[in-house]
């Protein structure tokens, strides 16, 4: 049985234009990695005990030369983490520099999809060259392969579950895929129902400004309530939870969340 509810508000998968290479900040060299930080974003080197409350913040459709890179901006001001759910087909030469960029501060890079496409109407061999050709060109510029699956629409059925071997990632959302919701809006939403082991899902589309608007406000206070901004791997970590990744149903909203949805 198919399963949906609100995920990306528009199937538009085409890329990020080209020439706007100019936005691409040059810190894709950044001195400290992630290596050198985590040993990996996946196996932190940081042990569980030293974590407390902690959030992690997640990015669907890049990667681009836009907006993503203002997003690194704000991470690395701010010494927080995230998780960015990439569609394969936005992957660039450009746009990649971006996504090794938000790599090397530690921030982890996960799989949307290549297409963006409606998957729970796929067939399992459609779902899994959608899957492997995003996760095959992410390991082609950071050197590892996607760990977690977001699906486009948060649009899921059993055939997705047999047929990809990576945990299902969902979120608390605040509709920032909408223009009409405006900035102080998608503030008050995410502070409204920030918890600990929460996942947020939030658009780093090439022209959602609100959203790189509202970060300036929503990465301070959370930090200011207690939170830690870490990955989704560092999340499951933190909380000594292994995400299930096998043909079971479930979909994470919060690491530690006990039903299947």
Same mark, same amino acid.
């Given at each position: 049985m198919a399963m949906m509810t609100s995920g990306c508000g528009s199937a538009d998968s085409s890329t990020a234009a080209g020439g706007e290479t100019s936005a691409v900040t040059t810190a894709a060299t950044t001195a400290t990695t992630a290596a050198e930080t985590f040993g990996t974003t996946q196996h932190p080197e940081k042990e569980a005990s030293e974590y407390g409350k902690v959030i992690a913040l997640t990015f669907d459709d890049g990667p681009n030369t836009t907006c993503t890179p203002l997003i690194?901006?704000?991470l690395q001001k701010y010494n927080a983490r995230a998780s960015f759910f990439v569609i394969g087909d936005n992957i660039t030469e450009e746009s990649a520099q971006v996504m090794k960029r938000a790599y090397a501060q530690g921030c982890e890079i996960n799989n949307h999809s290549r297409t963006h496409s409606y998957m729970n109407k796929m067939t399992a061999e459609e779902i899994k060259a959608e899957i492997s050709y995003t996760s095959d060109l992410v390991e082609k510029y950071i050197g590892e392969p996607t760990r977690f699956f977001r699906p486009p629409y948060i649009a899921v059925n059993q055939t997705m579950f047999d047929? #990809?071997?990576?945990?299902? #990632?969902?979120g608390k959302g605040c509709n920032d895929w909408e223009e009409k919701v405006t900035v102080q809006q998608r503030i008050d939403k995410v502070l409204e129902m920030a918890e600990d082991g929460d996942?947020?899902?939030l658009h780093d589309q090439p022209s959602n400004y609100q959203t790189v608007e509202a970060l300036e406000t929503i990465i301070p206070e959370l930090q200011k309530q207690g939170f830690e901004l870490v990955t989704v791997s560092e999340l499951f970590f933190a909380k000594g939870i292994t995400p299930v990744s096998d043909s079971t149903p479930k979909i994470y909203t919060n690491s530690m969340q006990e039903s299947n949805w």
């Open positions: 690194l901006d704000l047929s #990809i071997d990576m945990p299902f #990632i969902n996942i947020i899902l």
